[in-house]
């Protein structure tokens, strides 16, 4: 199978797999970065509310100057946040953005969440968070329309400033009324994807509307333990230690990690794991060489009960997935 996905618009080919950038420390950041592009990834998935965007710079800095890649066979993508969605931030985060990384323009930018909340200045406080008084951790939300976001989207583009955009963390209906104004098509719908919440019915729209998908947090809870954003009770398997994973792990002799990605990959769903291990980074590329059968994915599928572990509906009482 081919390992990127043409995208629309640009017709730019988006790597399957790439390296995920959030709670990279700062002090590794850079060799892992370097590490990344060693093991053959070419897509780096960050956002400015990673907080380590010049860590990543240096990163990439760094694996040019040692000849592992050239800047054009890379594919950075970047998210604009939250505190500025209104088209007069929007520049002014792209500009934050592409200084801290020393590029001229990204391969990819994204709307990171359908939320606008109220404006912080880069220079008073970066990355802000959700919050417009850090201490209190109060949250006040700054309605702004998608559209005028978009278009300011837009307008980077025009500015060769940013290649390809997208949307992240938007349902059907938000994706629907993009449509309808889009001078420029989304090209990109990045998503919460795993056998526990799969997505179906959503990626299957995006995709027949000419939109790549890339799913986040593969390994369902992994990421969300160490934060303690995991509470499903007694009863609840980690989705890595699932029997219908693990078996299916041992009959490809591979591991249960690369079962969950080549379950997504198997879709045309691009996935950006997030690996501190030299060689987890390397496993988690190397699902090209095995394919699983229609048995094993519709196995994989039946585990879906819809759960989402990214859902501002717990972190701010706002939720945007609710109907
Ligand atoms: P992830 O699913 O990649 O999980 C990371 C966790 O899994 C880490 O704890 C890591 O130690 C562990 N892990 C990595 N490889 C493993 C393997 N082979 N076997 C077992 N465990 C393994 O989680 P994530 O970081 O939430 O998601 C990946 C990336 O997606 C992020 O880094 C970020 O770039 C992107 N993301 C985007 C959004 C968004 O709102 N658009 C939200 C979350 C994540």
Request: proline share 5%; net charge neutral.
């Amino acid at each position: 199978m081919s390992t990127t996905i043409k995208l629309s618009g640009t017709g730019q080919e988006m790597p399957l797999v790439g390296y995920g950038l959030w709670k990279v420390p700062k002090d590794v950041c850079k060799d892992m970065v370097v590490q990344a592009i060693k093991s053959g990834y070419r897509l780096l998935d960050g956002a400015s509310d990673y907080g380590n965007e010049l860590e990543v710079g240096h990163g990439i800095k760094e694996a040019i100057s040692q000849g592992l890649v050239k800047r054009e066979d890379l594919f950075v993508t970047g998210k604009l946040w939250c505190t500025h969605h209104r088209k007069e931030h929007v520049k002014l985060a792209i500009n934050r953005s592409l200084a801290d990384l020393g590029l001229e323009y990204l391969d990819l930018y994204l709307i990171h969440f359908p939320v606008s909340v109220k404006y912080v200045p880069i220079e008073e406080r970066y990355p802000a968070a959700f919050f417009a008084d850090p201490v209190a951790k109060t949250v006040v939300i700054d309605p702004v329309p998608y559209q005028e976001t978009w278009q300011a989207l837009e307008q980077l583009v025009d500015r060769g400033l940013v290649k390809n955009i997208g949307v992240s963390n938007i349902p059907a209906a938000l994706l629907i009324d993009v449509l309808s104004y889009a001078r420029i098509k989304p090209a990109v719908l990045q998503i919460e994807v795993h056998p526990y919440g799969n997505r179906a019915q959503l990626i299957q729209f995006a995709q027949t509307q000419g939109l790549a998908i890339t799913g986040y947090s593969s390994f369902g809870d992994a990421s969300y333990q160490s934060i303690g954003m995991v509470n499903q009770g007694a009863d609840y398997i980690p989705l890595l230690e699932h029997p219908t994973v693990t078996s299916i792990a041992s009959e490809h002799k591979v591991s249960p990690g690369q079962v969950l990605l080549r379950w997504a990959v198997q879709q045309n769903v691009a996935v950006v794991p997030k690996s501190l291990s030299n060689e987890r980074i390397s496993q988690n590329i190397n699902i090209f060489h095995f394919v699983l059968s229609d048995d094993q994915m519709q196995s994989l599928n039946r585990l879906n009960i819809n759960l989402k572990f990214n859902d501002p509906a717990k972190y701010l009482n706002y939720p945007i997935y609710a109907n």
